[in-house]
């Protein structure tokens, strides 16, 4: 079966021009002008753009006492009405638990996803199993690592640990990833606020200030060159740790970083809200920010130094987030985002004049897609990329609300925001997965892919490392010793 869509402007990340696109069962299989196939679809007033790929997702996450509130079904519905045909979800090993049980188990509950999905590995522990699975779990399609600075008691590594992780990953051509803040300053710091009576949501945002963040991005940039391998920093929401990255890349340093949506448009103020279900809804980590630190992390994907823009969805309903009413540090942290990144992004960038619609579609797919090494399959309107295509109608409008969302939580952060540019339909492998509001990707539509390691990046870095790495002085008259 054979697709045209007609009429269409097409937007990737290096090009902005009209043409058709024929599809042939999955992919892509000709672009040109007059093209005709079995089924058209009219884009003609419409973008036409690579498929978003979100790469930083938590489905059903154990977290916290409790499981994020979207599962790979509701999530990934969110992410179709909002543009985005792949994912990029968290496998997190239980303390002691082996790294391929563990994907077993992420694999099952990934089992009803509507649209594509991958996987990052966390290193939630380190031993000998974990270094002889890691090979195991890049031979599965998994190539990159993520590994938690704070979360102490749960999710985080110590410095020996994350190096030990590191040097591994370059040995095997594998990413590592970073959630980077000082978590033993921020347990800390939680302690002393609760001790002085600081126990409300807006206590969490002082409990993480950008300084640890930054000091967590610095320590995590030196650990990187020293493992000589590339390294990823997720959710960047600050000067201090876009500041590190910005240095480490004008020094030659392959480190990638990502700003999510929330902290790109929503600031800290949200905390002193007087209704403790609202701040408590905004708890995440790092938690939002001033404006001055957006108009750094904005001004970091104008120029470059900062490279793709997430979400971190991570849902958690009213319910789950009043664990927390009388104690800050039980919050679960983690908010939604997934249906309402492209347009919002859009809206706060593109039409601000802030991004032009290029970098738009680099930030939001092609400069990810190249990252974690499926390019071109994902992320291209190219012949031979899978046909995950939005078709987006730059005039349409609407004021985002919890009441018609995807998502399975009762309210929205972005809840009354006005945005214009929407999806109108969103393609997942050639089939029309939703349009005009109507989901039709069926659960289990989804499919697993697979990412190589080796990407270009991890090659280039670790023959430069290899040229410059210290080298004996072989010497002819060494003295006896003493
Ligand atoms: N970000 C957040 O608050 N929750 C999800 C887990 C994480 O990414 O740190
Ligand atoms: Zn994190
Ligand atoms: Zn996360």
Same mark, same amino acid.
């Given at each position: ?247 480490? #890349?004008?020094?030659?340093? #392959? ?228």
């Amino acid at each position: 079966m054979t697709l045209v869509i007609k009429g269409g402007t097409i937007v990737t990340a290096d090009r902005t021009y009209r043409g058709d696109i024929l599809i042939d069962g999955e992919t892509i299989a000709r672009i040109g002008e007059d093209l005709s196939g079995d089924e058209t679809i009219d884009a003609s007033g419409a973008y036409v753009m690579p498929g978003g790929i979100d790469p930083h997702t938590h489905m059903e996450m154990p977290f916290m006492g409790t499981h994020s509130a979207d599962d790979f079904d509701t999530g990934t519905a969110a992410g179709l009405a909002g543009g985005t045909t792949m994912t990029v979800d968290f496998c997190l090993p239980a303390p002691g638990q082996g790294l391929i049980e563990a994907l077993q188990e992420w694999h099952q509950k990934a089992g009803k996803a509507r649209a594509d999905y991958s996987f990052h590995m966390a290193i939630t522990w380190w031993g000998q199993q974990v270094f002889d699975d890691m090979p195991k779990v890049v031979a599965a399609g998994v190539n990159s690592f993520k590994h938690f600075m704070a979360y102490k008691g749960s999710l985080m590594v110590n410095d020996d640990e994350m190096f030990a992780s590191f040097q591994r990953c370059a040995e095997l051509g594998a990413l590592p990833l970073v959630h980077a803040e000082n978590g033993d300053v921020v347990a800390s710091l939680q302690q002393r606020l609760l001790a002085a009576g600081n126990d409300g949501p807006e206590a969490h945002a002082y409990s993480r200030p950008p300084q640890v963040e930054g000091e967590a991005t610095n320590r995590a940039i030196m650990i990187a060159d020293q493992a000589g391998v590339p390294l990823y920093v997720v959710h960047v929401s600050c000067e201090e740790s876009h500041e590190a990255i910005r240095r480490a #890349r004008q020094k030659g340093m #392959r480190v990638f970083g990502e700003p999510l949506i929330q902290h790109l448009t929503l600031d800290e103020g949200e905390y002193a809200h007087a209704d403790w279900d609202h701040a408590a809804r905004r708890v995440m980590s790092p938690p939002f920010r001033d404006k001055a630190n957006q108009d750094s992390l904005w001004a970091g994907l104008a120029s470059g130094s900062l490279q793709v823009v997430a979400t971190d969805h991570c849902a958690f309903t009213s319910e789950q987030k009043r664990y927390g009413v009388g104690d800050f540090t039980k919050i679960p942290n983690g908010t939604g985002g997934l249906e309402d990144r492209l347009p919002v992004l859009w809206t706060k960038g593109v039409r601000t004049g802030r991004l032009t619609m290029n970098e738009f579609v680099a930030v939001t797919s092609t400069n990810i897609a190249k990252i974690l090494n499926v390019y071109p399959r994902k992320g291209a309107i190219l012949p031979g990329a899978d046909a995950d295509l939005v078709i987006w109608d730059p005039a349409a409008t609407k004021t985002i609300s919890a009441a018609s969302q995807a998502s399975a939580i009762d309210y929205n952060v972005f809840e009354g925001i006005e945005v214009t540019g929407l999806p109108a339909i969103t393609l997942s492998r050639g089939r029309i997965a939703w349009r005009d509001g109507e989901l039709r990707a069926g659960k289990g539509d989804g499919r697993f892919v697979e990412r190589p390691a080796g990407a270009p990046i991890s090659k280039a870095l670790s023959t430069w490392k290899e040229l410059v790495a210290p080298r004996k002085v072989e010497r002819s008259g060494i003295p006896a010793g003493v």
